[in-house]
Each structure stands twice: as C-alpha cells, then as structure tokens.
C-alpha cells in the first residue's frame, strides 16, 4: 500500500474513521486535529486510508494515550509507503527505520543550552533533500517533560495562500537546490566519509491526495532557486521563509503527554520542537517516515483555499 492509493481508496468523508472515534477536534482553523477514543494499532485498512487523507488535509493529526510498540508503530508506517532508514541516527534494536529520538544525544553531543537550542529545535521539514522526502510522518513520544516541549507545526498551504496571485506566479514553477543541514554518511558507501547531498525540487508542491498547492521551502535545509543570482535567491527565500515561520494565525502547538502520537504531512508542513524545558526532564520517543513521492508540480492545480471555496476577490 502506498500514501498515493488514498485518492482512490479513501472516503472523503472519512466515515469509517469518524464514527469509530469518540471526538474529533480541529484545533485550529487552517491546521491541526485531535482523534481522540482510537488506538492506531488497530485501524482497519479502511481507516487506515481515511486517516491518510486527513493527514494531507489538516496537515498533522493527533493521537493520544496510545497503547502503541515500536513494531506496531513501523507496521502503521510500511502501510503507507517505504520506509526511511536514516543512516545514522539510532534505531531500535531489530526494527530499521523506526528511529529513536531522544533530545539528550543533541545535549551531549552538541551542547544544546536554553541560548543555542540545535537540531530538531529548529524550524525544518525532513528528508528534503532526498530524491524521495518522507510523506507521513509518525512521532510517537513515550516520554515527555511535565512543562514544556511542545511541537509547533506550520501549514504549507497556508503559507502559499498568504502570498500574493502576482507573487504566485512569480514563484510557481520554480526550483531550488536542497541540502543537507550537516554532512550525512553515504549509505552506498558508508566508509567514504559524510558528504552533503543535494536534489532539486518545486518550491511548490502539489499534495497528490488533495491536489493543492504547498509552499516546499524551509530555512535549515532551502539553499538556493534554480536561474536565480545569489542576491536575488536570497531575497525571494528570506520573504518565503518569513510567511511561513511568523503567521501564527497559520500554526498549531501541541502539548504532548505521555503515550501521544502526531502524524503529520511532511510535504506540507514545517515543525519545530521548543527546548524551553532545558533538557532538565527526560523527552523519548520514536519515529517512522513513510516516503512520499517524488515532489511534482501541477500549474492548473488549486490552493486550499480556492479548492475549499473560501477565496476571496484577493485571494
């Protein structure tokens, strides 16, 4: 089963999966839904497809107090597509790709303090720059500090919606070189040494289930347009990153609890973790990435907002 198989499989309305749950809250207007009363590891199919969809059309859905394995978790996962190996953060034992993520490596290793926060506390979209970037992606946290640690995630088409029809067109079928944050090891041949990668992708994107239009960029990993100068790259990208990392009104926080999960679309969305809690509690859990196709680009294809009929004389 692939994530692409939910514009043929799943029910827009999402039935088998809404009436199972005991409440479905959107939590904010453009982005972000809590199901709350299901256990994801025992979805139907039907549910999982619809669940899938949901995903692509609010971007990062929520679970909580999930009764939820490693293994299960990577089941979930394989069912929506590959799944990503990362080759070289840390897995559990005997199940690859099911990542763990622990903030205390990045204390230890990179002296991450309250002034200098680094890595997952950055804005930033996974994978990008990869030929394939991951599509769902599942973060399951088993343990949580009691203050703080929250997840904020920031709606792509959202961001694309706040730009201009004339900025659109400016920027509509343009590409941008992506590269990695840090040097990362080959995994044709890990011996080599780390190396950066790089791919060229849309700088929009059109989401295959929903077919609408998404702002693909983000500041850690975005390093240039296609055809573009330096200088004039440099001013196109720095609005583009500051649409998408400012509007609150475009963004959603979560405040997880122990046994909570977020499964979130990674070609439509850039999220950040806060480090305000210092490190000083324990943050544990892990993460399974689903890969998604490769990005594309569709000119006649609507943003949200239009395809929603929400657009307005200036939309």
Same mark, same amino acid.
């Given at each position: ?211 609408? =239009?998404? @702002? /693909?960029?983000?500041? #850690?990993?975005?390093? %240039? ?6 200088? !004039?790259? +440099? ?58 196709? =490769?990005? @594309? /680009?569709?000119?006649? #294809?609507?943003?949200? %907002? ?6 307005? !004389?200036? +939309?």
């Amino acid at each position: 089963m692939s994530a692409l198989s939910v514009t043929t499989t799943a029910n827009p309305k999402k039935q088998a999966l809404f009436s199972a749950a005991k409440e479905v809250k959107h939590l904010t207007a453009h982005v972000g839904t809590e199901i709350v009363g299901l256990q994801l590891k025992t979805l139907t199919d039907q549910q999982k497809d619809e669940l899938a969809l949901l995903i692509g059309e609010r971007s990062v859905v929520f679970f909580r107090d999930q009764d939820l394995s490693p293994k299960k978790q990577l089941e979930l996962g394989e069912y929506w597509g590959e799944i990503e190996v990362h080759p070289q953060v840390p897995h559990v034992p005997g199940l690859p790709g099911t990542s763990v993520i622990w903030p205390d490596i990045f204390k230890a290793d990179f002296g991450a303090s309250f002034r200098k926060p680094v890595g997952i506390q950055n804005r930033h979209t996974v994978l990008v720059h990869e030929r394939h970037s991951a599509g769902i992606t599942h973060l399951h946290n088993d343990t949580v500090p009691t203050i703080g640690g929250d997840t904020l995630w920031s709606s792509g088409y959202s961001a694309y919606e706040k730009l201009s029809p004339e900025f659109r067109k400016i920027i509509d079928s343009r590409s941008a070189v992506f590269r990695t944050a840090h040097a990362y090891i080959d995994r044709e041949n890990p011996n080599a040494g780390p190396k950066y990668i790089e791919h060229t992708h849309p700088i929009v994107r059109v989401h295959p289930a929903t077919g609408w =239009k998404s @702002l /693909f960029v983000n500041r #850690a990993m975005t390093d %240039r347009i296609v055809g573009h100068d330096k200088a !004039e790259s +440099d001013v196109i990208l720095g609005y583009l990153f500051k649409v998408y990392e400012s509007n609150v009104d475009i963004q959603v926080r979560f405040k997880w609890t122990p046994g909570s999960s977020a499964l979130w679309d990674n070609r439509v969305t850039m999220h950040n973790a806060s480090y305000d809690y210092g490190g000083l509690e324990t943050r544990h859990g892990t993460r399974v990435f689903s890969l998604a196709e =490769k990005p @594309l /680009f569709k000119a006649d #294809a609507p943003n949200r %907002r239009q395809a929603l009929g929400l657009a307005g !004389e200036n +939309d």
